[in-house]
Structure formats: C-alpha cells, structure tokens
C-alpha cells in the first residue's frame, strides 16, 4: 500500500480551511440580511403611498374635490380597499392630512365640498418608528 499512491478525498486542513472561507463569507453577508425584511416593508409603505395618493389626485381630478376620508375612495371605486401599513400592520392607522381652507377668503366651488368640509388631501404612515435611513415613517 505504501507505493505512493495517494488515495483519494479531502485532507482535514483542505476542509478545515473551506470551512472558514464559508464562514467569513457568511460573517460578511448576514449583516446585510438582517435588514432585509424592514428593507421590503418600507418599500412596500411607499408603494402604498403612491398608490393612495394618487388614488386621491384622481379624485380631485374626475370630482373638483378630495374626498372626505379614505374610505371615500373605496366607495367611489378608486380604491378596491384601504392598504394595510406594512410597518403598522394595521390598515386603521393611516394619518389622514385634511387640506387647509383660507377662513378670510370664500372657497371657490371646486375647493369643498357639498358639506364644505375639507377633504383628504394627503395621506401618512401612523408609525412612529424611525426608517433606516433616519426618518420618521410619519414623515414619508
């Protein structure tokens, strides 16, 4: 057996080093992973921002007005339902920012509506936990 011959397989060194490349490599990339779920969750929110608000452009386009809540665009069909706040996880939790009305001026005809209330002109997160790159979700 001793005819120099070598049989064939891994050395111990030989897998000891594979071993440690791998786990430096996972060392470096975990760091990254960890933040992917918040990563997708905050892309989500901002789809969902769009979406809402847009929806509510629309609205002011086809209406002359903003609606007077969110539900107001479901129920005009603007929206199929209200999104869920993927950093809430709740779907009741939406700011709603009412659009401001000049008191010493009257409204013109497209700015109120048949009750002459303000409608919803913009739409917030009502988190108020810190994205990763600082902000407030409630400032988004």
Do not use: C
């Amino acid at each position: 057996m001793g005819s120099g011959r070598r049989s064939s397989g891994f050395t111990l060194l030989e897998l000891i080093v594979v071993i440690s490349i791998i786990g430096i490599l996972a060392t470096i990339v975990m760091p990254a992973l960890k933040d992917m779920p918040r990563r997708a969750a905050e892309a989500a929110l901002k789809t969902d921002l769009r979406t809402m608000r847009d929806a509510l452009d629309q609205h002011l386009g086809d209406k002359g007005q903003y609606p007077k809540s969110l539900e107001g665009l479901v129920t005009a069909g603007y929206l199929r339902k209200i999104p869920v706040d993927p950093i809430t996880k709740s779907a009741e939790t939406w700011v709603e920012i009412y659009e401001e009305i000049d008191t010493e001026a009257p409204p013109a005809e497209t700015e109120l509506g048949d009750e002459n209330e303000p409608g919803v002109e913009d739409v917030r997160s009502g988190s108020s936990r810190l994205s990763l790159d600082g902000t407030p979700y409630s400032e988004w």
